[in-house]
Each structure stands twice: as structure tokens, then as C-alpha cells.
């Protein structure tokens, strides 16, 4: 290995994966919820969270009981990791390699009833970047009034969007 005294700045291509970004990041957010998932359930197999940045979740689970896919699954989501990453959690059985897609996807294909295997959750906390996110944004309103000494002040109300005052009144004077 050679180094050099005056390093070259290199950056890392982003975009549409699979990029360097994405090889890089795989490892940090598989392990961490691997661990995370493996001490509540020793019957994870693997954790594959490397698409996007981890949005998508893909676990292999050698279920002993029914539901216990779903229990992983919502243990996922309310990981470190997975409270604002894991956007969609898939849980397949210990046959099917989490890494290999055309597996998952067969999987997904033939095993899924989404009547019954299909959860939704709506309006979870979720990463601000991503465009698809739903979070409750306050609606900032501006007030000028005029105290005694005739200086304009600025109140900033946060409303939610159904007109629902923020926790703590929301208000900067």
C-alpha cells in the first residue's frame, strides 16, 4: 500500500443505486439492525438493508410460531436504525436468501396473501430526505403587533395542519 503526502480528493458518485455510496453504507446499516433484531430474536437468520440506504428491509426469520414475521418486523421499525430508515420491512422465511431478489420477489409472489400478511402503517416518523415521507409539518404563522414601545414583534404560532395547536403552545415572542 502506498500513501501519499498530498492526498487527491476523491468524492463518491450519488444517485440511482447501485453506486459507491451504496457499497459503503451496506455494512452500516445491516449490522446494526441485525444486532439490534438478533438479542429479542434469536431466530433471525440475516438482515439485508443495503437498498436505499437501508428505506427497504429485507429479514430472514426461521419462524418457530405464527406471526412471529410481524413481531420482527415491527421490532425493526422501532430500532435505532429503523425508526426513521426502514420504510418497508419484508420478512421472509430462513428458505429464502434476503440478498438474492429474484428469491425475495418469488417469495413476495406466491407466499403473500395481502389480506392477511400485509401491514400498514401510516404516518410513521420517517427520514426528512425522503421525498415519499408524510410527517406532520407545522404551519408557521406570522403575527406583527405593536407593545408600548411601538417596536414591531414577531409571534410564530406552530398549527398542525387540522388547526391542532403544537405541544407547549408553540409560541416565540
Given amino acids: 500500500m502506498h500513501?501519499?503526502?498530498?492526498?487527491?480528493?476523491?468524492?463518491?458518485?450519488?444517485?440511482?443505486?447501485?453506486?459507491?455510496?451504496?457499497?459503503?453504507?451496506?455494512?452500516?446499516?445491516?449490522?446494526?439492525?441485525?444486532?439490534?433484531?438478533?438479542?429479542?430474536?434469536?431466530?433471525?437468520?440475516?438482515?439485508?438493508?443495503?437498498?436505499?440506504?437501508?428505506?427497504?428491509?429485507?429479514?430472514?426469520?426461521?419462524?418457530?410460531?405464527?406471526?412471529?414475521?410481524?413481531?420482527?418486523?415491527?421490532?425493526?421499525?422501532?430500532?435505532?436504525?429503523?425508526?426513521?430508515?426502514?420504510?418497508?420491512?419484508i420478512v421472509v422465511d430462513h428458505t429464502v436468501d434476503p440478498f438474492d431478489l429474484p428469491q425475495v420477489m418469488w417469495a413476495l409472489s406466491t407466499k403473500v396473501n395481502p389480506l392477511h400478511d400485509l401491514v400498514m402503517l401510516p404516518r410513521m416518523n420517517m427520514v426528512p430526505l425522503d421525498p415519499s415521507a408524510d410527517p406532520p409539518r407545522p404551519q408557521l404563522t406570522c403575527d406583527h403587533r405593536c407593545d408600548d414601545s411601538a417596536s414591531p414583534r414577531c409571534a410564530i404560532r406552530g398549527r398542525r395542519p387540522g388547526g391542532h395547536a403544537l405541544a407547549g403552545g408553540g409560541s416565540v415572542a
Fill in 3 to 89: 500513501t501519499r503526502a498530498q492526498p487527491i480528493f476523491e468524492h463518491l458518485y450519488l444517485g440511482m443505486p447501485w453506486t459507491e455510496i451504496d457499497y459503503l453504507m451496506a455494512l452500516n446499516t445491516c449490522l446494526p439492525l441485525y444486532e439490534q433484531l438478533k438479542e429479542d430474536f434469536p431466530e433471525v437468520r440475516a438482515v439485508n438493508a443495503m437498498y436505499t440506504h437501508g428505506l427497504v428491509a429485507i429479514i430472514s426469520v426461521e419462524a418457530r410460531t405464527g406471526g412471529l414475521g410481524k413481531l420482527v418486523a415491527m421490532r425493526a421499525i422501532t430500532t435505532p436504525h429503523g425508526r426513521g430508515y426502514c420504510k418497508f420491512v
